[in-house]
């Protein structure tokens, strides 16, 4: 017998909806609708009071105009109504109304809960599951206040029906999520637990919800689950197709239930108890086996089954990640599923082995389906597959086959569904970085990114190519190579003139000693692309023009004339237009000496977390992109062995907020401290043209950002507990140093300006300079938030011995930072006699409340003190072996951290102070440095020898000076230079 | 969970819309329309999984679907559902609907709106699934179709009905 007779339903209902089905229009089906509304409405205001089978009637009607998509404002009375009817039709279908009308909010709740609460109480089990679907659908907190107390009993009370408890369980995890607070299990917990081992599957199946879900939130109160669900699954495991009769789906026992006891098991670690957790490992085998069994059924709805049982247990078996033996299983299976003729299972598969490709002891078994992959990836006719394939590239992406993988992924973008490509884009960006063992390989993929792909290359992504050829010196004269290259295509995309424009205004000098290269080639190169480009593109072109001036006096009358010309002048855009008047007036009344200082080369970006993974987590949503890609990719970092990188290399540099802005940074006013109104040095004059100018703009909104991106420093994390911690957690005693200060202290020691510090409230940046025994130097403190830092205060204290070695004056600075705002500090530096450790900085200051304290490492090193000192060949080595007593030397012999090229050598032996002797080693490849150390004491001479070995990359360092312990310090600090 | 049940005709004429989280009425229409038009443009043979639409919740949930003649059954679940299992659900859904009307059809979804929602809430309850067994569905619907018969011959009586 059929459960539903047609045709004995309503009439009326009937009639309706034939109308409506019959409506030429949609104005004719409007139409219509509306005057059943009238009708309805007048049947509900009239004063004839209505029965229970026309109500029922109505409502249906009122529900079907609600499934076509019109609002349905009134009928919610009379739905409420029918409630308290003792008619079962009645009942049901107001509380049908109920369940798909009534929102949580709405006032009726009240009297629905008094329905519900006779229903309850009725102890008729049909009432009882009505009124339970009701909470369940509804679930608002005055439903959890009313029932959160009585459900609980209902559910293991012993003469419960079976349905009833079924429906209990679920409607207690409906209000257990909207209102945990109301839910209080205590005394309930163990008899809810036991509901795995009733009788009745219909009961374990709805309980299982119930308690995954109290368990992810109060895992040690139901862990004794484990045990009670390994037992369960091992009986359905193991039993015959037939033994659990109607179960049984397609001759596999309960599918469902079987997966929801490997998801349930699945928030928990292996079962400790020896006895458990083998039982469990006999089910996974079993099921594992099962699945290499010839089918039962041709039937699709067989495998599905069968495999939604596999692919749980794969999980649950990635999620232990301890049994080596059936990760390799699992591995495999999976593989045999990735060349399936069924769509689902290849998806399905390509998704498993994602999360198993992290897993150490099969990630080089999911290595081997790498063709397979790359196939799914360009033969597949389903994107959702493709894409899939993509993500397993990704994950299964390491040194070994980035190159092969990142080649196809790129192939693969040229034809890729547009709904993707930004994603691939961001992929190939990060594996390009993360996996580069050279980083010209890194800019020849990203610039084919730009060119494959370049609409749907983010600004992330070319920042970062920047950010990286910025901080490598190595790289930079093959990426003026290589973009000057690119920019010959007739047509290439405008992220393409961004990246080139930038880098040639930064290293066109890099390539200029080539003819087909020369200064004026690349101008004009550059300067045909200017009329294609948006507006923010032609104003970073200006910028580097200005640089070229700076780089290439030649070019300067032909720029100049560019500037000069209308077009630019008079250019309507204001920004434009300002720079070109500005950058003219530069360029002609600056001394060469003047336009060098301010248009030096940018210095190194502070190292952050990649700007593109934060993006792509963003995309993916949270979670998709694990802590684990972050840390692993700072692992490889390591790896990598990116010398003043340091530690966090890859995955981790200068974010989003620090990027500059194109339009804003090219001068590097924001990097090199920016010299406000008042400071001293010569240069102010004309930088403070360009600050009232508003050239810096971008860099001050930037830095007017709240400072909310939580990923957004890595560098931060050192202070970040400061940052987080409630006010009284933080001490008023000075903070000891940052584990990071010694770092930061290295990085200054061959130079003298920069950005000392960075974190997501404060940047201090650095600009000093020595004279003798004497030094001063300038501490800009800015305010990166957009609220006022106050009680701001520093303190310079020289640590044990050194305050008898340096005698440090600091003039305080004003106590109050506002939101956006910089002050500056200036610290008088004399040299007594030579020393060894750094002062220390200490910086208190309460942001919004909180008070904030941290410590750094003053840049006072005592090669600052050098005066270069040029001899001649005779002279150096005659003082070379007067210095030959053994204490006298200090030697060090060490591996590489960055590549060695000649000139960057010799600017880091410049920075040292040291002059830098040409033709006085008979060795070439060799370096000699010779100076005097000022101090007020004495003066201490010193001699420096540099042997690279290219071959093994290696150096060997040998300091002599007349005192010993000068040689062991200079030497300790350059030998993490180079 | 369950996010959300739909099912609609080739269409994209709405049959039963079933949320399990609140959606404005406006939103749960759009969020219909968002559906179909993901689903309706994939061809027979591809998969029938694919990423959520932007309203429901984008890719942190799913949309596992069906296409039986018709209709097209789409469940909305987030990442605790086994997709494999989802599908199993939809066709039990759509076998248990085909015993109790006698080879289903798409008028008799419209026709029968009020006992498609109930066949549904035996299966599925505040976006947690109930119970999975057919046959225990199946009696659960015919005791409901036998107490409304018996309470239909007492009470109905004729008239005029419009």
Redesign the interface.
Known sequence: ??????G????????F?SDI?NCKSKEAEIKRINKELANIRSKFKGDKAL???SKK?YV?KL??I????H?IDFGHMEAVNLLSSN???EK??GY?FIS?LV??NSELIRLINNAIKNDLSSRNP?FMCLA??CI??V?SREMAEAFAGEIPRILVAGDTMD?VK??AA??L??LYKTSPDLVLMGEWTSRVVHLLNDQH??VV??AI?LI?CLSQKNPDEFKTCVSLAVSRLSRIVSSASTDLQ??T?YFVPA???S?KLL?LLQCYPPPEDGAVKGRLVECLETILNKAQEPPKSKKV?HS??K??IL??AISLIIHYDSEPNLLVRACNQLGQFLQHRE??L???ALESMCTLASSEFSHEAVKTHIETVINALKTE??V??RQRAADLLYAMCDRSNAKQIVAEMLSYLETADYSIREEMVLKVAILAEKYAVDYSWYVDTILNLIRIAGDYVSEEVWYRVIQIVINRDDVQGYAAKTVFEALQAPACHENMVKVGGYILGEFGNLIAGDPRSSPLVQFNLLHSKFHLCSVPTRALLLSAYIKFINLFPETKSTIQEVLRSDSQIRNSDVELQQRAVEYLKLSSIASTDVLATVLEEMPPFPERESSILAKLKKK??PG?VSVNELEEGKREGELNGGGERGGDNSGIAASNASTPSPSADLLGLRTVPPVTAAAPSAGSLLVDVFSEAGVNDDGFLRDLEPPTESSDSLLAEGSGDSDSAPPSAVSEDPAPPLPESNELLNKFVCKNNGVLFENQLLQIGIKSEYRQNLGRMYLFYGNKTSVQFVTFTTTVTCPGELQSQLNVQTKTVEPLIEGGAQVQQVINIECLTDFLDAPLLNIKFRYGGALQNLTLKLPVTINKFFQPTEMASHDFFQRWKQLSQPQQEAQKIFKANHAMDTEVLKAKLLGLGMALLENVDPNPENFVCAGVIQTKAQQVGSLLRLEPNAQAQMYRLTLRSSKDTVSQRLCELLAEQF | MIKAILIFNNHGKPRLSKFYEHYTEDTEQQIIRETFHLVSKRDENVCNFLEGGLLIGGSENKLIYRHYATLYFVFCVDSSESELGILDLIQVFVETLDKCFENVCELDLIFHMDKVHNILAEMVMGGMVLETNMSEIITQAEAQTKMEKSETFIFQCPRQDR
């Open positions: 017998m059929p459960a539903v007779s047609k004995d339903g309503m009439r009326g209902l009937a009639v909806i089905r029965d229970g089978y009637k249906c529900l079907f609600f499934l076509l998509g609002d008619k079962y039709t049901q279908i049908l798909v929102n949580s049909t339970l679907h369940a659908n679930g349905s079924q429906s679920l409607c995890l409906r599957m219909g199946t709805a919800s995954t109607d179960y789906y599918p469902w239930l997966c998801r709805q599905n089954a495999n939604a692919f749980e769509t689902n290849r998806y399905l006719r389903d959702s597959v993916k949503g998709a």
